[in-house]
């Protein structure tokens, strides 16, 4: 008997269809972001280097120079990854003769990304690039108190959303455009308030542009702080939680800006409690924001538990954020899917019907027994078998990847 039916036959010992699970992790799509390909350096003028807001660490050869190399490496990650996959794209990325100026970006500049993902049945969520920019001015850009700062990055994500919600219209799945902003001071504020009444004056004015919702979800995503923001962030959690909900727009979780004492996962609940919709960056924080790749660990499975045992896959949409420039990045795009994955499968194996009986009962001895014996069940076997149906190489990817570095990442300059 193979080791996938044995374990099979664990899981419905226990109550689980592992059948069920396969059929439903297949359709959960992950979206990847397109920036851990070059360091979320973007192609603009060429592809500058990062100059504020944002900052990777390490200068592994390989990097995609532009977006054909963009391209030409994701459909190597996108081979490596079973299961359904989207693509989010930031501004940075556009496609253009000559430089665009941001405020000037139109759908035509994304064509070839919208053609590239409908050959391949990607769908595209976007975000508008709020940093590395002349404009982004003393860590501020939509709440500086320069007018012309701000109506200069209001014009770019009211380009941003028409060209997400053309995207949406194109692919006939919504666009997810996703608004982060670097915005924040060094040192103590003398005026908190101020800059988050620009913010939310600025913001009501972007979204005073009406989209249909089945081209476009906008979302906003939170920080707690910054490398040089360190003192005050203007788009603080309890700030977007708000304002989405007075907007009737979504929330935006990123995994590494909260405090590390927070688990993540538990806000996912509370969100669902009152939102439809709840978008995640899922992004492995170590100690800090630090982006390290997702790997199958506790947080990450703590985040997919949520999604699975409240039946929330079509509500959650899930995206990666995180950017590691000192591996091989292909490398490191499969891995933080994958790992993703893994922890969907793991909790889709879950007896969740039993689990809270025993919690509603208070019966919490049993409750600790069973999840500790659930850890030990035979998941390796049963994603096996599933890279296996999808089409997908198990546990030896990486000896693809290899042969990709050997005969075109490591040619790269
Ligand atoms: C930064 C935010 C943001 C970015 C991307 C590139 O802390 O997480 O989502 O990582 O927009
Ligand atoms: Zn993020």
Redesign the pocket.
């Known amino acids: 008997m193979s080791s996938f039916t044995l374990a099979a036959e664990a899981y419905a010992e226990c109550g689980v269809d592992v059948e069920q699970a396969l059929a439903r992790l297949a359709k959960i799509p992950i979206s990847l972001?397109c920036?851990q390909g070059d360091d979320?350096n973007g192609f603009e003028n060429g592809g500058s280097p990062l100059s504020g807001?944002?900052q990777t660490t390490g200068n592994y050869p390989g990097k995609a120079r532009n977006s054909r190399e963009v391209m030409d490496d994701l459909d190597v990650v996108y081979s490596l990854i079973p299961g359904a996959k989207r693509l989010s794209l930031?501004a940075i990325y556009a496609i253009a003769d000559g430089s665009v100026e941001r405020d000037r970006l139109e759908p035509e500049h994304f064509e070839a990304w919208l053609q590239w993902g409908k050959a391949r049945s990607i769908h595209l969520d976007f975000?508008p690039?709020l940093?590395s920019h002349p404009m982004h001015k003393d860590g501020m850009t939509l709440a500086h108190p320069d007018k012309e700062v701000r109506q200069y990055w209001i014009r770019h994500v009211k380009a941003c959303r028409k060209i997400s919600a053309y995207l949406g219209e194109q692919q006939g799945t919504p666009c997810l455009h996703?608004i982060?902003l670097?915005d924040g001071l060094k040192d103590l504020p003398a005026d908190r308030l101020g800059p988050r009444q620009r913010l939310v004056e600025a913001l009501d004015e972007i979204l005073s542009v009406k989209y249909d919702k089945d081209f476009i979800l906008d979302a906003v995503?939170s920080?707690v702080f910054?490398i040089g923001l360190e003192s005050y962030t203007v788009g603080s959690n309890e700030f977007y939680l708000l304002y989405a909900a007075t907007r009737g727009i979504n929330a935006?979780l990123?995994s590494?800006?909260y405090h590390p004492t927070e688990t993540v996962a538990d806000k996912i609940p509370s969100i669902l409690a009152f939102f439809d919709k709840v978008a995640l960056?899922v992004?492995r924080a170590v100690r800090w924001?630090s982006?390290h790749v997702v790997l199958l660990d506790d947080e990450t499975k703590e985040i997919a538990k949520e999604i699975i045992r409240n039946d929330a896959d079509g509500r959650v949409l899930i995206g990666l954020?995180?950017?590691d420039a000192s591996i091989n990045r292909v490398a490191a795009w499969i891995v933080g899917a994958r790992s993703m994955q893994k922890a969907l499968l793991s909790a889709l194996l879950i007896p969740y019907k039993r689990l809270k009986e025993l919690q509603d009962s208070q019966n919490f001895t049993k409750l600790m027994v069973l999840n500790e014996e659930i850890k030990t069940m035979p998941l390796g076997a049963v994603w096996d078998e599933y890279c296996r149906r999808q089409g997908v190489l198990g546990a030896d990817w990486f000896a693809k990847v290899q042969e990709y570095e050997k005969n075109v990442l490591s040619k790269r300059s």
């Open positions: 972001h920036w979320v807001g944002i930031h975000n690039t940093f996703n982060w670097p995503e920080k910054g935006l990123d590494g800006h960056h992004t924001d982006d954020d995180y950017f």
